[in-house]
Structures are given as C-alpha cells and as structure tokens.
C-alpha cells in the first residue's frame, strides 16, 4: 500500500498533463472535415468581387499586386473545386477556374495574346498547408495552360 500510495502523485502528474495536452489538441487540431471545410471558404472568398477584404482572414496578408493585375486581366474569377484531398496539415484541391478574358496578365501563358472578352476556363491543383486555421508556409500551384489556350481561342495545338 505504501509503494502505491508513493506514485500516486506522479501518475497524478502524468495524467493531468495528458488530459491537458487532449485538450490543447483537440482545441488547435485541424482535421481532415475541418481543413475541407476551410478550403472550401478560402476558395469561395478569393472568387469573390471583394476578395482582397477576406483575404486576411485566411493568412493572406501583405502584398496583393499580382493577384490584383491577375483579377484585372481576368474578370469574374471562379475557383470551383472538384476534390479536395488532405495529408496532416497539407491540402491539394483539384478545380476548374473560369473568368473572362479581358487584359493582359505578364506571369502567364496568354501574356502575348490580345484578351477577347470571352469566357476562359482552365483546370488548377493547388497544394498548401494550413497552420492554426491560416494558410501556412507552402503554396503550390499548377495550371493547365493549354485547356486556358483553347477557351480563348488560341491555336496551340495541331489539329486531329
């Protein structure tokens, strides 16, 4: 009884620290309906009229130049996503983007092709992490440039 009662407060000890960790994780874990969910609003948000005024919600603070010549040139932005897989913290979204064609953007495959005005679509993947509820420090993005070329009528490919 003596040996017991010796180790009660270390198991004591070993089990408040254990329930204080449960909760602190469940409190700042994110999981995988959580990061989907998350995705899901951060891909509603940058599609939106008013984006540069969500986007700090999610991370995204600072400079927004590029994203803005690229709205510019590419009106009524839509990311609308397809599949979303999640690995821990890391997120790839799989979706189809659609705008209209309207100015020039210098960082892409359309930089030499006078903007039409129509409608232009083009598969994305995007990749990235999320760190407490914010975008973390990985962003990846991957875009078919030749799906884009056709939607605006650009001859890219030989015919069959």
Not at 103 to 118: A, M, N, R, S, Y
Request: charged share 20%; net charge negative; aromatic share 14%.
């Amino acid at each position: 009884m003596k040996t017991i009662a010796k180790h009660i407060p270390s198991y004591l000890l070993t089990i408040t620290l254990a329930l204080a960790f449960s909760c602190y994780y469940k409190a700042h874990s994110q999981t995988e309906t959580d990061l989907k969910q998350w995705t899901e609003a951060y891909a509603k948000a940058i599609s939106s009229h008013d984006w540069a005024d969500k986007m700090a919600a999610f991370g995204w603070e600072g400079d927004y130049t590029d994203h803005k010549k690229f709205r510019d040139a590419y009106a009524d932005y839509n990311a609308n996503i397809s599949q979303i897989v999640v690995d821990g913290n890391f997120v790839m979204a799989w979706m189809v983007s659609t705008a209209k064609y309207v100015g020039k953007f210098p960082h892409d495959v359309l930089k030499d092709t006078e903007p039409t005005g129509q409608a232009v679509y083009w598969p994305e993947i995007w990749h990235f992490n999320v760190v407490e509820g914010k975008l973390g420090d990985t962003w990846n993005m991957f875009g078919n440039g030749v799906d884009k070329m056709k939607s605006a009528g650009v001859k890219c490919l030989p015919e069959d």
